[in-house]
Structures are given as structure tokens and as C-alpha cells.
């Protein structure tokens, strides 16, 4: 009890300290019927969101109940919601220059909060995106506001909370709560390394950035390898799995090589760049490190952020579009063949199919990464009979060191992981089922790549 009234009365000291308004100052900060002041009503905003995250949820619930009031007139009550609409672009459009994207916001809101939080920065992502159209930037980007069916479906003449709060069945102050709970959650985040430039700020992304302009790469390959891999996934001919998956390992190591050797004797320039990759709970971890044995095999690295929900990965552009590929279909074969192996149960009647599935998913991730690692071998073999050694193992290199320098600027001082392992028999299955798994990772260069 003493800790909590020192949390409270630290609490209170901080807020002084900033001259915020307190709940009984906000109420003089209008008279009847007369409109708030907007600059003073913003710091109650702010004041509020601070509050969400305070020990005393008593001035919390106060304030928060002022501000749903709105003075007592409906006109009271549309100045706080434009205020808060207002103050929400504006914490929306900061938290893009400090590295966060669409998909991330959305994602690490739905696991720290709830859907009905997400469904809400999602209008947020919406009201941005209707300002500043994302397509001119980047095309993930686009991508990703398409995906979150981010729209602007409510009436821009009215108080977008006001629907908001009518489609969702809540009341006023229910809905405010709501608002403000995801405020004083994105105002907490942490910077994150800018992968691209945010819409409407050219020239606003990280070393790291994604460009519209993608020199040199050809869409319609990865069209090809996708419509592979969905092939060499839903067959149930273990020959025919691996000729899909040998013709998507020719295509992708092929143009891979073929791409840096062309930048190299053009002079290119060409630098690093990353994404984000959804790292989905259950054992996220052993998913975690199949993508890492992924984008290492691929000339590429990884960094999992467990508390939201992805891994970012560094590389040249077309290994890590190819890397993304790659994990999504091991991940979708690794799923199948685990599922398969159906629930497990000790001798004591006990289940015990987390363990095993958690232990089955590791060891597939690890004997993926040898068969890949050994892929890349030979596909450097073959096309040193290309280009010959002299010439492509220092182009090779230069990659390596940049994305290696590009990964150590984004993220000074990381740390490694371990995946622990405790079920045995999953582990036997795991990498049976990573010998069966079909990849495409860069094996052989057929002959028709000296054409």
C-alpha cells in the first residue's frame, strides 16, 4: 500500500511539474455553453493519456469522464473529438518517422491491447493514408494499407468517434477510453530502425529504406517462384515437390547472381534495404529461427522483435523479396507436416503436443538451414564456373560486409537467442520432415544460366 501512494503521489508531482490540467481546472476551461479552448483541451488530452498509464485510475476515470461530457452541449463534445482526431494524426504521422509502419502498428496493438483497439488505430492508419496516399513511396506500404482494409468509411462531416462508437455498439465514454488507451499506447512505443520513406516525406527513410524504384528487379520472377512453390505445396508427389521447388532454386539463384555481377560492372551502388516479417504466436520462437536459417542461407539478416510480433530483415532487395517467399512456403509445409503428426500424450496420459511441436518446428528450422546452406554452396560453385572465382567471390563479399554493416547500424547491441528443445521424438519428426520439405533456395545453376 505504501509503494502504490508513492507511485500516486510521484504520479501527481510529474503532472505539476508539466503544468498539465488537473480534472477540476479542465472543467473551468469552458463555460456553459461556450466552446473549450482548443490549446487547453489538447493538454487535457495529452494529460489523459498519461493518466491511462498512471497507478490512480480515480483521476483517470475523472478526467476522462470531463472529456466525455464536453462541457454538456453536443457542441462541447465535437470540439474534443475533432481535438482528439487532431491529436491522433499527429501521434500517428510521428510514430511513422520513428520507424513504425502500418502492419507493425496495427499488429503489436492487437497483441498488447485488443481487436477493438486495433479495429481503432487501424481508422487512425486510414485518416493517414487518406492525407498522405501511400503508393508514390512504396509499394509494401500500399500493400500493407490494403491488407488492414484500412478506408475511410465514416462521414468526414461528422465526429468520427461518434460512429465509431455506433458501430461498435459502445457508449460515449466507452469509446473515448478506447481512443485514449491507444494514444497512450503508440505515445510509449520505441523507435524502431526506418525501413522507407513515409508517405508524403520523400527522402524521409533510413539507410536501410525501400525505394518505389526498384532497379533491376523483375516482379513477374517472383510471380513465377510463388506460383512454384503453391505447386510444389499442394502436391502430394515428393518428385514432383522437388522438380518444382529444383526449377524455383534456378530461377531465384540465377537472377540473384546474375543481378549483383550486372551492378558490380555497372558501377551500381545499390545498398542494403528491409522489411518486416510477421513472427505469429504459437511458438514464435521456432518461427523466429526458421526465418533467421532462411535469410542467412540467402545472404541476408534477421532480428526478431519477440514484443512485436516480427522479425526485420536486411539484405539486398531481391534476396530478401526472396527470403519472404522462401519462409512463407517452409512454413506453410512445416505447419502441414506438423499437424499431421496429430496431438501427443506421455505415457501417463499427460499431453504433451507443445513440447513437441515446439521441439519439432526447431529442428526443422535447424536441418532447413543445413540443406540450404549446401543449396548456396553448390549454386556458387556452378556459377564460379560463370564468371569465374576471381571475379564473383569479392562481389559476394562486398554484399556480405554491407548488409553486415547495415544490420549493425540498424540494431546496435544485439543480443543472441537460444530455442530450447524437450521433446525428442519432435525432434526426430522435425527433421524428418525437413528432409522431405521442399525448398527453393539457391542450388544449381543450370546450364541454361551460361546462355
Same mark, same amino acid.
Given at each position: ?224 517462384? =510463388?506460383?512454384?512453390? @503453391?505447386? !510444389?505445396? $499442394?502436391?502430394?508427389? *515428393? #518428385? /514432383?515437390?522437388?522438380?518444382?521447388? %529444383? ?123 543445413? =540443406?540450404?546452406?549446401? @543449396?548456396? !554452396?553448390? $549454386?556458387?560453385?556452378? *556459377? #564460379? /564456373?560463370?564468371?569465374?572465382?576471381? %571475379? ?60
Amino acid at each position: 500500500m505504501g509503494t502504490r501512494n508513492r507511485e500516486r503521489r510521484a504520479a501527481k508531482k510529474r503532472r505539476r511539474e508539466r503544468s498539465g490540467p488537473e480534472p477540476r481546472a479542465f472543467r473551468h476551461g469552458s463555460s456553459a455553453g461556450a466552446p473549450f479552448d482548443r490549446a487547453f483541451l489538447r493538454e487535457a488530452i495529452f494529460a489523459a493519456a498519461e493518466l491511462a498509464r498512471e497507478p490512480d485510475p480515480a483521476e483517470y476515470q475523472e478526467l476522462l469522464t470531463v472529456l466525455s461530457e464536453g462541457g454538456g452541449t453536443m457542441a462541447g463534445r465535437r470540439v474534443v473529438d475533432a481535438e482528439l482526431s487532431s491529436v491522433l494524426a499527429e501521434v500517428v504521422r510521428r510514430t511513422w518517422r520513428r520507424g513504425w509502419q502500418p502492419d507493425d502498428l496495427a499488429r503489436v496493438v492487437d497483441r498488447k491491447l485488443s481487436a477493438v483497439h486495433e479495429a481503432f488505430v487501424v481508422d487512425a492508419i486510414a485518416a493517414d493514408a487518406a492525407v498522405f496516399p501511400p503508393v508514390p513511396v512504396d509499394s509494401r506500404w500500399a500493400g500493407q494499407i490494403s491488407g488492414l482494409g484500412a478506408e475511410v468509411w465514416w462521414s468526414m462531416q461528422e465526429s468520427h468517434l461518434h460512429q465509431w462508437a455506433t458501430r461498435e455498439g459502445m457508449v460515449r465514454v466507452e469509446a473515448l477510453a478506447c481512443a485514449i488507451g491507444v494514444l497512450s499506447f503508440v505515445l510509449g512505443l520505441p523507435a524502431l530502425p526506418v525501413l522507407c520513406d513515409v508517405p508524403g516525406e520523400p527522402g524521409s527513410g533510413g539507410a536501410t529504406r525501400r525505394s518505389s524504384r526498384r532497379s533491376g528487379h523483375d516482379p513477374r520472377l517472383l510471380d513465377r517462384v =510463388r506460383g512454384l512453390l @503453391a505447386k !510444389a505445396e $499442394s502436391t502430394t508427389f *515428393a #518428385e /514432383e515437390a522437388e522438380a518444382l521447388s %529444383a526449377k524455383a532454386q534456378e530461377l531465384m539463384a540465377r537472377h540473384a547472381i546474375d543481378e549483383a555481377m550486372v551492378a558490380a560492372a555497372g558501377g551500381q551502388s545499390d545498398a542494403p534495404v528491409g522489411i518486416r516479417i510477421a513472427i505469429d504466436d504459437p511458438y514464435a520462437s521456432a518461427k523466429a529461427l526458421l526465418l533467421s536459417e532462411v535469410a542467412s542461407a540467402n545472404g541476408c539478416r534477421s532480428v526478431w522483435g519477440k514484443d512485436y510480433g516480427s522479425t526485420t530483415v536486411l539484405g539486398f532487395e531481391a534476396d530478401i523479396d526472396f527470403v519472404e517467399v522462401l519462409y512463407t512456403s517452409l512454413l506453410v509445409q512445416a505447419t502441414s507436416a506438423m499437424v499431421a503428426t496429430g496431438s501427443q500424450i506421455d505415457r501417463h496420459g499427460r499431453s504433451r503436443t507443445r513440447s513437441f511441436r515446439q521441439s519439432f518446428l526447431v529442428s526443422y528450422a535447424e536441418r532447413i538451414g543445413e =540443406r540450404l546452406r549446401a @543449396a548456396e !554452396a553448390a $549454386s556458387l560453385e556452378a *556459377a #564460379e /564456373e560463370v564468371y569465374g572465382r576471381g %571475379a564473383l567471390l569479392p562481389v559476394l563479399a562486398d554484399r556480405s560486409t554491407a548488409v553486415d554493416a547495415a544490420c549493425g547500424s540498424a540494431f546496435p547491441g544485439l543480443t543472441s537467442y537460444s530455442v530450447g528443445v524437450t521433446n525428442h521424438a519432435g525432434w526426430a519428426a522435425g527433421a524428418a520432415a525437413a528432409e522431405m520439405a521442399s525448398l527453393s533456395g539457391r542450388q544449381e545453376v543450370s546450364a541454361s544460366a551460361r546462355a
